[in-house]
């Protein structure tokens, strides 16, 4: 996160320096924009003109500053009024509903429909040519998309328990929006305005370029670029220096967005922006982390899933942190594999690294991920690109969130987000054929009257009706592989059950379909698993089938766990002392040491997984005593 707090602010500082090389220009001792040198027109750079004369023989790095001006005025003046009107249309929209919303988002969201360059025209036409005209169009054309993305913001504060409260205490609405839920959405915003403002230099370089925006002789980048067209010929640098400035500045505001993303929303695993300078995915530094032999069963027919020393690491330019460490597991065809451990202890890392969706401060730091896909190839997950890992996430592999009202978009309906999913890897099948297929999939995991549900918006379902609409999505193209990230932990336990179920419903219907189950909840683990993964402190701690692992544990860890859950044997529960140690301040040795009873000073050392049987491991020296308590 420092890290990337430190790129951004070198990035703004460079942005700045630039706004203030064009605040400056009249101090500059820069040529007249307007003399003319006819007689040496489209001379070359020389130490009277750096970047030579243009085809009137006026200076070229005069004009490019104070082009700079025009295209740096127009785009802030656009983006600054569309961010004020976007922001007050989408807060009332979002909070009022209603007629309030029809006639601010949905009447702004007309414009969406019209050819951005065209409508342009159209204002220009009727306004005449000019800065301020390119500013009133450019504001129109970007005023729907803040709407937007604040409506949605919007939409989702207004529904969290202290804006609530706030309302059941009579705040007055004003004061709600301006206080409290405006505040929380300026995140967002500022994305929106940075990608608002390169947008907007781009239109108006183009619309100038069409002879519709700058009026000569002042100078415009676009200008610039028209008349270099006509000069291609004679002095070709003509057209290279006001692109480069145009490809520049662009660039430059596209980077100061994706270290906003990275740096206001961290734990957003979208790719945005200019991402795509990364190359792959997530990348850090190497770290040099012990490798354990693999524990895989080996009388156990082809994996689906093989796992084998996955580590997840967060990002630090000398000194990056290990997250989680050496995680090797396997999941066969038909299998559910359950994830458990305290909160902190890596389950949901270890999920999100195998699908490629870390957030950006976080990167797989070693292992690997291998997958058998339906064709039979076996793909390491953690050497895809994100192209690569986007045609197989839904197909191949899926994944079910913990937070449905999270994960699921607020302002599209519901069944139009499952027919995304249905048609990014099917589109052969026409809109009559994907509309009965939504349906049937929101009636198989169990929603009522589905046709109807598919045209609601996800706040307008209730908690369990939203996570079994999520259950839908990540099954709509039947996976090979389903990732199950506590599905079940905010919901009562009646909807509780009645997912478990669905879940079972589901793996009837496709049998070899392989779960990871991540979950706390023990009782579970027993109810739908056949083996269960133990994961404490980014380490797995013990392996095993359910029947083995719960009725004889052996590591301390495990033993404990099952000892404080109501739905034990145990005549008394017991509690874990102490809490999982944060990354910063891992113990030597076995991490639960400092917790565990059974501790020794041999627990200093690194513990590795041991064979306890077939297809049996636990990380402890002491695993016998545990498996087999002396009398």
């Known amino acids: 996160m420092r890290h990337s707090k430190t790129q951004l602010y070198f990035w703004l500082g460079l942005a700045a320096l630039l706004v203030l090389i064009v605040l400056a220009a009249p101090l500059l001792p820069l040529g007249d924009v307007r003399a003319m040198d006819i007689p040496h027109r489209f001379a070359g750079p020389s130490a009277a003109h750096w970047l030579g004369l243009d085809h009137y023989g006026r200076d070229v790095l005069s004009r490019i500053i104070w082009g700079a001006r025009a295209s740096l005025a127009v785009a802030f003046g656009s983006a600054f009024a569309a961010a004020i009107i976007g922001t007050i ?12 919303e029809i006639f601010t988002v949905r009447a702004t969201e007309i414009i ?16 005449g040519a000019g800065v301020g005209t390119l500013i009133l169009a450019i504001t129109i054309l970007y005023v729907p998309n803040y709407t937007r993305v604040v409506y949605a913001a919007t939409l989702q504060t207004a529904s969290l328990d202290f804006v609530t409260a706030q309302r059941a205490m009579g705040t007055h609405p004003a004061t709600i929006l301006a206080r409290t839920i405006l505040p929380n959405i300026v995140p967002p915003l500022l994305v929106q305005f940075s990608l608002t403002v ?35 010929d004679a002095a070709p640098l003509l057209l290279l220096w006001p692109s480069l ?14 270290k906003l993303q990275d740096v206001l929303n961290p734990r957003s695993a979208a790719v945005g922006g200019a991402a795509w300078l990364r190359g792959l995915r997530n990348r850090g530094p190497e770290i040099d982390i012990p490798t354990e032999a693999p524990t895989t069963d080996p009388q156990a027919g082809p994996a689906l899933l093989q796992v084998e020393g996955l580590s997840v690491a967060l990002a630090h ?11 090797s597991l396997q999941v066969a065809p038909g299998e559910t594999l359950a994830l458990v451990g305290e909160s902190g202890s890596g389950k949901t890392l270890t999920g999100l690294a195998m699908t490629g969706l870390l957030p950006n401060a976080l990167y797989t730091a070693g292992g690997s991920a291998k997958l058998r896909t339906r064709a039979g190839a076996v793909v390491d997950l953690t050497a895809l690109d994100e192209d690569a890992l986007r045609s197989l996430r839904g197909h191949e592999i899926s994944m079910v969130f913990q ?4 994960a699921l978009s607020p302002v599209h309906r519901v069944g139009d987000q499952l027919a995304e999913i249905i048609t990014s890897h099917r589109s052969d099948l026409s809109a009559a054929q994907i509309t009965a297929q939504v349906t049937d999939l929101l009636r198989k995991v169990g929603i009522p009257d589905p046709a109807r549900r598919a045209r609601a918006y996800p706040f307008e379902l209730s908690g369990g009706q939203r996570q079994r609409a999520m259950i839908a999505m990540a099954v709509a193209n039947k ?35 392989g779960v990871i189950f991540v979950t706390h909840n023990l009782a579970v683990v027993h109810e739908i698993a056949d083996r269960v993964c133990v994961m404490y402190a980014g380490e797995v701690v013990e392996q095993g089938t359910v029947e083995q692992v719960f009725a004889h544990p052996a ?32 113990p030597e040795g076995c991490r639960f040491a400092p917790r565990c009873t059974y501790a020794q000073p041999g627990c200093n050392a690194t513990q590795l997984l041991q064979p306890v049987a077939v297809g049996r491991t636990s990380r402890c020296l002491r695993w016998k005593e545990i498996l087999c308590p002396s009398p």
């Open 89 to 100: 249309l989408g807060l009332i929209g979002g909070y009022f509903r209603g007629i309030a």
């Open 112 to 127: 969406l429909f019209l050819p951005p360059l065209l409508l342009a025209l159209l204002v220009i036409t009727i306004l």
């Open 198 to 232: 390169a947008a907007a230099i781009l239109l108006e370089s183009g619309l100038s370029f069409l002879g519709l925006g700058v009026v000569p002789p002042a100078p415009s980048w676009g200008l610039m670029i028209r008349a270099a067209r006509g000069a291609l």
């Open 245 to 258: 400035a145009l490809a520049g500045t662009v660039l430059l505001l596209n980077i100061i967005c994706d």
């Open 317 to 327: 330019p000398t000194h990056p942190r290990v997250l989680t460490r050496n995680i």
């Open 403 to 406: 937070d449905a009202s999270a």
């Open 479 to 513: 996976p090979r592989l389903l990732i199950a990230d506590e599905p079940t932990t905010a919901l009562d336990p009646t909807i509780q059950a009645q997912i478990l179920t669905l879940l079972a419903d589901l793996k009837a219907e496709n049998p070899e379909m």
């Open 555 to 586: 590591h301390p860890y495990t033993k404990a766990l099952l000892a404080s859950v109501p739905e034990s044997d145990a005549a008394r529960l017991e509690s874990i002392p102490g809490t999982v140690p944060q990354p910063a301040n891992m």
